[in-house]
């Protein structure tokens, strides 16, 4: 009696174990099978029904660029919580690869406090908006990467929206095209998906830690060899720059542009992709943009210039970017003429060159009337 009683009660601790293998399974299954759809539904005029339960997936990390680093006028002054859908995660530890059906959310929080106990710092507030970015072959065909860009956020306060349309095409793929390390995700700033990148196990797990040091900030890679613009500069144009690509470099070179009143008194380390992100960078504007930004105005007329010396660490003078409003009507990007070039004796070192440059587009849309820097200049 008493083997049987044993026997029982080893039978119902077996049974007890299996039904947790079996509901574990049955719980952590589902997980690890869901495929893009699970995820993210766009209904029937292609907008993206705003994806929930988004803070139980992986977390990749919090950048934030305040203004009070930025000249008061940072393109994006919040925290940005941000966090991947996990079969996603999983995949880009096997593969290294962002999966066909990638979903990213942002969560954007304010900045709340500047000091703790710890300290004087950037510490988190409320949570005033959401985005997401998805990769998708299936939907977004013809978008550069597959991968399109939302925003829920509502700029009004309150309750963010229920669904949101993909912005264009150059709001937002350009600068990502430039400046993100990996397949149109910026991986240099979220050391979380760095360490996972064909991982196969779960980083965290190892013993390996960097050394603690003054942080470093990974370079930029170089913009592509030649942007062209995407629509015609107007031949009539009334403007006191040349357009044409030799009689721009011959006007840059002859310093001209150092006559204008507006310009900022040293260079600076660059914060966009120009040559190598943080190299040093010296603003000017013509008095036509000068006189437009005193007076306040949102649009800026014609002839507005922007011209941005660059130079190498040693200080050595590398190249200039320019912008020439050629239009009216700013037309996300497509009325203002854009140039680069990465070299100070050769005008054949043209990185951008023309109307509408997807990659000058995509960058400056975040600026007042495409411009990025605060003004007055200092």
């Known amino acids: 009696m008493k083997t049987n009683k044993h026997f029982r009660k080893v039978g119902t601790f077996t049974l007890v174990i299996a039904s947790v293998f079996v509901v574990t399974v049955m719980v952590a299954q589902p997980i690890f099978a869901k495929t893009q759809s699970d995820f993210f539904r766009l209904d029937s005029s292609g907008e993206l029904v705003r994806p929930t339960d988004y803070r139980s997936w992986v977390y990749v990390g919090t950048p934030v660029t305040p203004n009070d680093m930025n000249g008061g006028n940072a393109p994006f002054p919040e925290f940005h919580n941000v966090y991947i859908d996990p079969v996603s995660y999983q995949e880009y530890k096997q593969t290294g690869k962002f999966r066909d059906g990638t979903i990213m959310i942002k969560e954007l929080v304010s900045v709340g406090s500047k000091q703790a106990v710890s300290g004087k710092g950037y510490f988190q507030g409320e949570f005033i908006g959401l985005e997401a970015t998805i990769k998708s072959s299936k939907h977004f065909p013809k978008e550069p990467g597959n991968w399109a860009y939302f925003s829920f956020t509502n700029k009004e306060g309150g309750m963010v929206k229920k669904k949101a349309m993909a912005f ?36 965290e797990n190892r013993d390996e830690r960097a050394a603690i040091q003054p942080p470093e900030v990974p370079p930029v890679a170089l913009l592509p060899a030649e942007w062209k613009g995407t629509t015609s500069t107007p031949e009539n144009i009334q403007t006191d720059i040349p357009t044409k690509p030799r009689a721009l470099f011959d006007w840059l ?45 949102k649009q800026l007329p014609v002839n507005s210039c922007v ?72």
């Not at 430039?178 to 990148?197: E, M």
């Open 168 to 203: 264009p095409t150059s709001a937002c793929n350009a600068c990502h095209a430039s400046a993100a390390k990996d397949d149109f995700v910026f991986t240099q700033y979220y050391p979380v998906l760095r360490a996972a990148k064909n991982a196969k196990m779960n980083p």
């Open 253 to 297: 070179k002859s310093q001209k542009y150092q006559s204008f009143a507006a310009k900022e008194f040293k260079a600076h380390p660059g914060r966009g992709p120009h040559t190598e992100f943080g190299l040093p960078v010296r603003v000017f504007m013509n008095d036509v943009i000068a006189t437009s930004k005193k007076q306040g105005k």
């Open 307 to 378: 011209v941005k010396e660059m130079f190498t660490k040693a200080g050595d003078l590398q190249g200039w970017a320019v912008m020439i409003k050629t239009n009216d009507d700013s037309n996300s990007g497509k009325g203002w003429f854009w140039y680069e070039v990465t070299s100070a004796t050769d005008p054949s070192k043209i990185a951008a060159i023309g109307n509408g440059v997807p990659g000058c587009m995509g960058c400056h849309a975040a600026g007042r009337d495409m411009v990025l820097t605060s003004f007055p200049l200092k």
